[in-house]
């Protein structure tokens, strides 16, 4: 009988291969730790680390060059920590990694991080996507470990994002081009001053020096000897980018409980974007009540942290090449919700996403590490973290995840009644309004203990044992016998 196959084994021993890795013999850059490992479709493996047999020399290309260069490796399967170097990162006439692996004929690439190298960026995912490999992300755990491992290298490679000489490189989106209708006078001087000053830059914004720094972050382009705005520039600081790319607005909508609704179209420079929203935010939602409970609560009783996180992250990770599409937030009595244009940016699924473990990934890395320079994101991903660490600290349930094509939808049930309805696990109704919290804290920390789920709610051992088991009688949590103590895990809702 044929074994299943079992990718995290293969994960677990690229990251093991990795830590072998031979740094080369140099202090004026830091250098990736990499493991590599090939699954050959007899079954059989090899693994190379990053200088393992010549200093320098990438993992891919030692296990497909030096130890492969004469073996059939089609339909072998890749995993490697790092993601391989894209076409137009090496000097010609050395070929990328990307493209050792498609000539090589191998099917599948499990890759455990994005590399934020801007001649890499997620180019070489795209280049092995487009030439019918199959590209997977190691699982998020595994990923942080990566992480750790190369803390220096991963630091430096976002630092010459911001410095890196254009080149011929591939590319993510025709955004990331001249936009030939605009020039710099389109940029907003609003959104330069704020940029500048967030990046800490001493200059002008006029400045031949700030000009090319926007250059080196493609941010403008080069046509005849003039910088012009690349579509991704516009978008960013464009006085009006909605004249060039009307899907970028914003629109916000809120009902109140009688019936009135407000609606708001966000535009303008979409680094200014998110204070916009904020400032919005608290001036509109105050005046609307919620009707769900005995007393009557404001909407702000609802933090803005969990939908300024989700607003972003739309703003970020939404697929901009979507014309007639733009980015929605709601709120009523009931619910919040986001609506975020383009599927989930592959490989990450929308199962990943309703399981809060998607691996990082970003689909607009100009976008993501201009937000970085000014304080919007603090890292790559889609806030799995940051929403775990929300609910926790509000006493929130996490919001729900769905694809309605073409929508990313993100929603933050508001009530008892709403919470029932979007997480509708059978039994759940039967839920009373404290072990509903209690299976809010279970679902916010994915697992815990008997001991846990007591301190959090003030209750007896004997309490949460019977709210526990009536849990797992429902099929909402399963448990899982871990040493003396019997751990309680929360089902996902699929």
Same mark, same amino acid.
């Given at each position: ?5 079992? =990718? ?6 690229? *990251? ?8 080369? =013999? ?11 490992? &090939? ?5 059989? *493996? ?36 790092? @993601? ?8 010609? =006439? ?6 050792? %692996? ?8 499990? *890759? ?14 795209? /280049? ?13 755990? &595994?990923?942080?470990? %990566? ?45 330069? @001053? ?40 516009? %978008? ?8 060039? /790319?009307?899907? %970028? ?20 420079? &979409? ?32 933090? /803005? @942290? ?28 009931? *619910? ?38 000014? $304080? ?6 889609? $806030? ?39 997480? !509708? ?12 919290? $209690? ?28 709210? &526990? !088991? ?9 448990? @899982? ?14």
């Amino acid at each position: 009988m044929k074994k299943k196959f079992n =990718p995290r084994k293969y994960m677990e021993m690229a *990251i093991d291969v990795m830590k072998k890795s031979v740094a080369e =013999p140099r202090k004026d850059k830091a250098v990736p730790k990499v493991g590599a490992v &090939l699954v050959m479709p007899d079954g059989s *493996i090899d693994t190379a680390s990053r200088g393992e047999l010549r200093h320098g020399d990438h993992a891919e290309f030692t296990l497909l060059e030096r130890k492969h260069r004469d073996t059939d490796l089609t339909g072998a399967i890749l995993f490697a920590t790092l @993601e391989p170097c894209a076409p137009g990162a090496r000097k010609h =006439p050395k070929l990328s990694c990307a493209e050792r %692996i498609v000539l090589a004929r191998i099917k599948e690439v499990w *890759i455990g991080l994005e590399d934020p190298d801007p001649t890499v960026d997620r180019k070489g995912i795209k /280049y092995l996507q487009d030439n019918g490999v199959v590209v997977h992300m190691f699982d998020r755990d &595994l990923q942080s470990i %990566i992480e750790n491992e190369n803390i220096d290298f991963l630091d430096q490679a976002k630092r010459r994002a911001k410095d890196v000489k254009k080149g011929k490189t591939a590319v993510l989106t025709v955004l990331e081009k001249a936009n030939q209708k605009a020039d710099f006078s389109e940029l907003s001087k609003t959104a330069l @001053e704020f940029y500048k000053e967030k990046i800490g830059f001493k200059g002008k914004i006029g400045s031949l020096s700030f000009i090319k720094k926007l250059y080196r972050r493609g941010l403008l382009d080069k046509k005849r000897n003039i910088f012009v705005p690349t579509g991704l520039g516009l %978008i960013l600081f464009g006085k009006n980018p909605e004249d060039f /790319y009307p899907q %970028i607005v914003l629109k916000a909508t809120v009902k109140y409980p009688n019936g009135k609704m407000d609606m708001q179209d966000f535009n303008g420079p &979409l680094v200014l974007m998110p204070d916009a929203i904020e400032n919005w935010w608290k001036k509109i939602i105050p005046m609307s009540i919620d009707k769900s409970s005995s007393q009557r609560k404001r909407v702000e009783d609802f933090p /803005y @942290e969990p939908v300024r996180e989700a607003v972003i992250n739309a703003l970020v990770h939404r697929d901009y090449e979507i014309e007639g599409a733009t980015c929605h937030l709601y709120v009523d009595e009931n *619910i919040i919700s986001v609506k975020s244009p383009g599927a989930p940016i592959s490989p990450i699924t929308i199962t990943q996403l309703k399981q809060f473990d998607a691996p990082t990934l970003s689909r607009n890395p100009i976008i993501f590490s201009v937000f970085a320079d000014v $304080g919007l994101v603090e890292r790559r991903g889609l $806030g799995m973290e940051t929403f775990r660490a929300i609910a926790q600290r509000f006493s929130l349930p996490l919001p729900q995840y769905s694809f309605t094509a073409p929508y990313v939808i993100l929603k933050f049930p508001r009530t008892t009644k709403e919470i029932k309805i979007l997480y !509708s696990k059978k039994g759940m109704k039967v839920l009373n309004d404290k072990e509903t919290k $209690g299976l809010i804290f279970i679902q916010g920390k994915n697992k815990i203990t008997k001991k846990e789920y007591a301190k959090y709610l003030g209750v007896s051992d004997k309490t949460a044992q019977r709210h &526990l !088991s009536k849990f797992s009688k429902l099929g909402i949590v399963r448990q @899982e016998i871990k040493g003396p103590a019997t751990i309680y895990i929360f089902k996902t809702v699929k």
